[in-house]
């Protein structure tokens, strides 16, 4: 058996084509969909997400601005900024790129985003959230995991889910929304013990650990799905996934690629909750009737 490769990149397109239709329909009502990125310092890597993330909105009918402040800037400086843009009613949208420098607090700053507004899923609310199914948005790599398997008509009820990895941005929220899709789950981590024996039973595998090709084709049983959320620099240069395409490629039914797979449906899902975002307030502030 040889896998189906899954184009993230394709299926993006397509949601993304929905999503903007949407946008351009709220354009028509007056109401343009605005997202606020604040970005703290110079990670290579955070100004290449940003990048990304601002060219799929000007793409996508979103009007993105960019908020910046050195490495060394006091929490207090984009502590009141947030809040500042909390309260500009043209803003529907704030995303804080992580990582941020050591010497701020993530869960004080993450938490200073309205919940109507925190289109990255990251404050606690709406983490915790998910626990009872009332989360206002839904953090976006996960959501993104779930309408790309929901894209492919995948049965999610009555299988056979394991998640490798606990993050709070991914591993902890894939596997509530899993459990919220009445699918067996379990959830390893890099240590767990004979991970092996959770792996090969799993007809959704879901990696998400940081951990260069962890997942190797014996691992992994045949015809399931596997969806690579890593993404891994070597000292080559080359970008590789948790997950060992070339060999679990020949056992998978399903497989995502590193890059092309889960990256685009993370940012596609982040243009949707914005855009949801400016929905709601269209809703709210809509002209009463006479």
Same mark, same amino acid.
């Given at each position: 058996?040889?896998?189906?490769?899954?184009?993230?990149?394709?299926?993006?397109?397509?949601?993304?084509?929905?999503?903007? $239709? *949407?946008?351009?329909?709220?354009? *028509?009502?007056?109401?343009?969909?605005?997202?606020?990125?604040?970005?703290?310092?110079?990670?290579?890597?955070?100004?290449?997400?940003?990048?990304?993330?601002?060219?799929?909105?000007?793409?996508?009918?979103?009007?993105?601005?960019?908020?910046? #402040?050195?490495?060394?800037?006091?929490?207090?400086?984009?502590?009141?900024?947030?809040?500042?843009?909390?309260?500009?009613?043209?803003?529907?949208?704030?995303?804080?790129?992580?990582?941020?420098?050591?010497? #701020?607090?993530?869960?004080?700053?993450?938490?200073?985003?309205?919940?109507? +507004?925190?289109?990255?899923?990251?404050?606690? %609310?709406?983490?915790?959230?998910?626990?009872?199914?009332?989360?206002?948005?839904?953090?976006?790599?996960? %959501?993104?995991?779930?309408?790309?398997?929901? %894209?492919?008509?995948?049965?999610?009820?009555?299988?056979?889910?394991?998640?490798?990895?606990?993050?709070?941005?991914?591993?902890?929220?894939?596997?509530?929304?899993?459990?919220?899709?009445?699918?067996?789950?379990?959830?390893? $981590?890099?240590?767990?013990?004979?991970?092996?024996?959770?792996?090969?039973?799993?007809?959704?595998?879901?990696?998400?650990?940081?951990?260069?090709?962890?997942?190797?084709?014996?691992?992994?049983?045949?015809?399931?799905?596997?969806?690579?959320?890593?993404?891994?620099?070597?000292?080559?240069? +080359?970008?590789?996934?948790?997950?060992? #395409?070339?060999?679990?490629?020949?056992?998978?039914?399903?497989?995502?690629?590193?890059?092309?797979?889960?990256?685009?449906? $993370?940012?596609?899902?982040?243009?949707?909750?914005?855009?949801?975002?400016?929905?709601? %307030?269209?809703?709210?502030?809509?002209?009463?009737?006479?």
């Amino acid at each position: 058996m040889t896998a189906t490769v899954i184009d993230g990149v394709a299926i993006a397109r397509d949601i993304r084509a929905q999503w903007r $239709t *949407r946008a351009d329909a709220l354009g *028509r009502r007056g109401v343009t969909p605005w997202l606020a990125v604040v970005l703290v310092g110079e990670n290579p890597a955070s100004r290449v997400y940003v990048r990304n993330k601002m060219k799929a909105c000007a793409e996508n009918g979103v009007r993105c601005e960019l908020h910046e #402040f050195p490495a060394d800037a006091s929490e207090q400086a984009v502590l009141a900024r947030i809040l500042a843009l909390a309260a500009d009613p043209n803003v529907h949208g704030i995303l804080v790129q992580l990582p941020l420098p050591p010497h #701020f607090r993530n869960a004080k700053v993450l938490d200073a985003i309205p919940i109507d +507004k925190d289109v990255d899923g990251f404050n606690r %609310y709406n983490l915790g959230g998910l626990v009872v199914g009332e989360t206002a948005f839904l953090p976006c790599t996960p %959501y993104g995991v779930m309408s790309m398997l929901d %894209y492919l008509q995948m049965p999610i009820e009555g299988r056979n889910a394991v998640v490798i990895g606990r993050s709070n941005i991914v591993g902890k929220p894939i596997a509530l929304m899993l459990l919220a899709r009445s699918a067996t789950v379990s959830i390893c $981590t890099s240590k767990t013990r004979n991970l092996s024996q959770y792996t090969l039973l799993a007809d959704i595998l879901i990696v998400a650990t940081g951990k260069p090709r962890l997942v190797t084709g014996p691992m992994v049983k045949e015809g399931a799905a596997v969806i690579d959320v890593g993404i891994n620099r070597l000292a080559d240069g +080359k970008l590789v996934g948790d997950v060992d #395409f070339d060999s679990v490629k020949e056992r998978a039914g399903w497989i995502t690629p590193v890059p092309g797979g889960v990256g685009p449906m $993370t940012i596609t899902m982040l243009l949707a909750n914005t855009i949801q975002a400016a929905e709601r %307030y269209a809703e709210k502030h809509a002209p009463v009737s006479a």
